[in-house]
């Protein structure tokens, strides 16, 4: 599965989120094929605190609004309200 997402990384913006309820993935923990720093070494987009849903849905708005891949990185990367982010 993760060389699947660094595959289509290499063409499409892949966004990397946890699906907890709260929080975003681990950083810089491990290094092994797969774990997260490998994945996002290899040109997946970090979520950052936002867990899987609403990270589709911001995907999908950027997407729909025809954002390039720096654009959705960059819009990933902002700093999120705290707010939308939690519950």
Request: glycine share 10%; aromatic share 4%; proline share 6%.
């Given at each position: 599965?993760?060389?699947?997402?660094?595959?289509?990384?290499?063409?499409?913006?892949?966004?990397?989120?946890?699906?907890?309820?709260?929080?975003?993935?681990?950083?810089?923990?491990?290094?092994?094929?797969?774990?997260?720093?490998?994945?996002?070494?290899?040109?997946?987009?970090?979520?950052?605190?936002?867990?899987?849903?609403?990270?589709?849905l911001?995907?999908?708005?950027?997407?729909?609004?025809?954002?390039?891949?720096?654009?959705?990185?960059?819009?990933?990367?902002?700093?999120?309200?705290?707010?939308?982010?939690?519950?």
């Amino acid at each position: 599965a993760a060389e699947a997402a660094i595959t289509l990384a290499a063409s499409k913006p892949v966004v990397l989120a946890s699906r907890c309820g709260a929080g975003g993935p681990l950083q810089q923990t491990y290094g092994f094929p797969g774990s997260e720093t490998h994945l996002l070494a290899n040109g997946l987009i970090s979520a950052g605190e936002l867990d899987a849903r609403k990270a589709r849905l911001l995907l999908l708005l950027l997407l729909s609004s025809h954002a390039d891949r720096d654009a959705i990185a960059a819009a990933f990367a902002a700093p999120q309200d705290p707010s939308l982010v939690s519950g």
